[in-house]
């Protein structure tokens, strides 16, 4: 059974910086697409950042380009999103999502994880 598990959530206050982490068990992480996604109340959910299965790729939205980043540690089966000068909107729940494809450009779509985490809340404060 596959799990993914994000950590790294909480409050924080506009401009500082935030590392989340999702820990992924039952899959074969070394040859998955991971990605990350948020949910902010009464918007849909929002394609954040995806990175292929060795970490040679990377995408990012729009929305973040340029503050927030996607990195990989396939020894410890964790991704990571590391998200600097956050905003007052940005605050909603992130969630990891995991792709049994290994291309990058596979998670960046909603139909595209076969697997998702729980979330963590992320709120940045005014």
């Known amino acids: 059974q596959v799990h993914l598990v994000e950590s790294g959530g909480g409050l924080v206050q506009a401009g500082d910086s935030l590392r989340l982490s999702c820990a992924a068990s039952?899959?074969?992480?070394?040859?998955?697409?991971m990605g990350w996604f948020r949910q902010a109340p009464g918007k849909e959910r929002e394609f954040l950042a995806a990175?292929?299965?060795?970490?040679?790729?990377?995408l990012i939205g729009d929305s973040v380009k340029g503050r927030f980043t996607i990195s990989r540690d396939n020894g410890k089966n964790t991704v990571y999103l590391q998200m600097n000068s956050l905003k007052p909107e940005d605050t909603a729940v992130y969630y990891c999502a995991a792709s049994i494809l290994g291309a990058a450009y596979t998670i960046a779509t909603d139909s595209g994880p076969q697997y998702w985490g729980q979330g963590t809340q992320v709120t940045v404060s005014s």
């Open positions: 990175i292929s299965w060795n970490g040679e790729n990377t």
């Open positions: 039952g899959l074969t992480f070394s040859r998955s697409a």
